[in-house]
């Protein structure tokens, strides 16, 4: 899909060369009650054929993302990360925590840390805890602005057009940033986030002090951790890069933010690897009832002809939709494809003019 492609061009932007070894998702990182887990083998990776491609193609935002990286997180990727896992037992907003593991200078990122506006230390149990406000919208990356920044064309990165279509108009953005008052930040949209330093090989992030810490009894060996024969992790492929899995998704219309289509599934589970020469990408909805997997698969359907129509005269990009096979059996519905890295990397050079285009369309608009 054109939504597959898009997601893969963000996610290779990030692959640098690594010397860490490879980090497969490790079950005692993740609590034996989690409702949702998202694990990324950060050195898998690096080593993929995709990343070897776009490290040679796209030099330039591989740089600018290892250098705000370091300047934003005190972090060298291609250096220091290993694998990220995050997770939660709710499916409340904010309540997930994330595990990043590989190697880092601890002081270098404690004094990072040190210098956000209005953090607070406690001291627990031999660790530091940092705890913050993060504002709404704070600490996102922003290619675009990277990459203007750092004097790179921004025809050079696909991802940059998209994100501008989704900005207001720059005379919006200057009147709604006149009506804020300096002495008057709004903090409507902030959120609590702790950060914990476990001797340099280690990082936890939590939505709460309290989250945090209980993050660091479960990695010291001190609370159950998920088994191997958890129903999010039993048919995890063993090749992926990527995985997710989420269960009792039902539960998910208990908070505030409504998800009818996910709610009316028992489980979901999402992979992305590569074997041999070849990208693959898996997903496995198993719905409620049969009549809900029926019109899942029908829908998917749609939305495999509706890329294609989407893909017009890109042949590279409509032609990965043909690699595409949905399956569905009972309450249980698969979607597989897999293609070649090249042809990945063709269509995503296929893409380029469209989006310098749209960059054009929307300066003659302004």
């Known amino acids: 899909m054109a939504q597959r492609i898009f997601t893969i061009a963000i996610v ?5 060369t690594s010397s860490l070894t490879a980090a497969p998702l490790n079950p005692e990182f993740v609590p034996k009650d989690a409702k949702w887990i998202l694990h990324v083998d950060y050195k898998a990776f690096t080593e993929s054929a995709i990343a070897e491609r776009i490290r040679t193609r796209r030099p330039q935002v591989v740089e600018m993302v290892r250098n705000w990286c370091l300047e934003s997180c005190g972090v060298t990727p291609d250096k220091d990360i290993s694998s990220v896992t995050l997770f939660s037992d709710s499916y409340k907003t904010h309540s997930g925590a994330a595990v990043f593991s590989g190697r880092y200078d601890e002081a270098k990122v404690q004094a990072l840390l040190e210098k956000k506006r209005d953090v607070s230390k406690t001291e627990f149990d031999g660790h530091t805890y940092f705890t913050w406000k993060m504002p709404h919208g704070h600490g996102s990356f922003n290619p675009q602005q990277e990459m203007e920044h750092l004097g790179v064309e921004s025809s050079t990165n696909p991802a940059a057009s998209d994100h501008q279509a989704s900005e207001q108009p720059s005379t919006e953005r200057s009147s709604n940033k006149a009506q804020s008052s300096p002495n008057l930040p709004d903090t409507a949209g902030d959120r609590e986030v702790t950060a914990v330093l476990l001797d340099g090989k280690q990082a936890v992030m939590a939505g709460s002090l309290e989250q945090a810490k209980d993050v660091v009894q479960l990695l010291a060996g001190n609370e159950p951790t998920l088994k191997a024969d958890s129903p ?7 090749d992926a890069i990527v995985y997710g899995a989420a269960i009792e998704l039902s ?5 505030e933010r409504p998800f009818p289509v996910l709610e009316q ?6 992979s992305l690897g590569q074997r041999d020469d070849e990208m693959f990408e898996t997903l496995t909805l198993v719905a409620n009832e049969r009549r809900v997997a029926r019109e899942m698969e029908t829908a998917l359907e749609g939305l495999i002809a509706l890329g294609k129509l989407w893909a017009g005269d890109l042949e590279k990009l ?20 897999q293609g070649d890295v090249e042809d990945v990397m063709a269509a995503l050079d296929e893409l380029q003019p469209r989006f310098q285009a749209w960059r054009e369309y929307k300066k003659q608009m302004r």
């Open 12 to 16: 290779c932007f990030f692959l640098t």
């Open 318 to 337: 409509a032609e990965l939709y043909d690699d595409t096979e949905i399956t569905r059996t009972r309450r249980t519905v698969e979607v597989d494809w």
């Open 232 to 238: 999010l992790i039993a048919e995890m492929p063993t």
């Open 265 to 270: 599934h028992e489980s979901i589970r999402w």
């Open 251 to 255: 539960e998910i219309g208990h908070h």
